[in-house]
């Protein structure tokens, strides 16, 4: 590849994720000093186990409320490697804005990538009353921009990009139960169908498969 062209891939990537960083900055310092609690407490009195089960229910209770991490299964039908995965991280900016970072792997193929979602959460069922009321599924589209860092031959180092779309659910509401609580975020079932372009052999159509945890997102 050109170095030129790749120096200018390099900087638009940094520039990319520099204004992602600086949205998630905005984003936390914007939240209600509720969602930051402070984190003390007195280790005189407990056992070093103990100590750190509170530290840990502490630092839980002060992240940010609208975090999402998403680790998924990845089929490329046209790709060398058909299988493979990755994980996604993202913060709201809005209740219908998120941006974060994810990371991509097939065989030999790896992408470092920053991510734009937009989402609008819908009852679709509702009409039908009763327990379905309160079912929610929430559509999205994602575009993304990363460097491969590996396996994507002369792709290696340029500038690659993705669009996708998709949707997630909480399965339990679907039953008319209440989403169980894990580490203070619940549990999301979801796919998407995407494109891929500018990545070498591992250009193409690809479907994802999640299980995603999500902490009011």
Known sequence: MNPIRRLRSILLLAALLATITASFTFSLLAQEETNLPPISFNTNSLGWAQALQQWGQAALSAAPTNLAVVPYATYAPSAPHKWGGGILTLWNITPYLGAGMGMDYLGSFSLVSGDVEVQAPIQPLSFLGSSLTNFTLTPFALGLAG???????????????????????????????????????????????????????????????????????
């Open 147 to 217: 460097t491969p860092v590996g396996g994507a031959g002369s792709a290696n180092g340029s500038l690659a990009t993705a669009a996708v779309v998709g949707g997630s659910f909480y399965p339990f509401t679907l039953f008319g139960s209440s989403s169980p609580t894990i580490l203070g975020g619940k549990l999301a079932l979801g796919g998407a169908y995407g494109n891929r372009f500018n990545a070498g052999d591992y250009s193409g159509k690809f479907f994802n498969f999640f299980i995603g945890w999500r902490r009011d997102f």
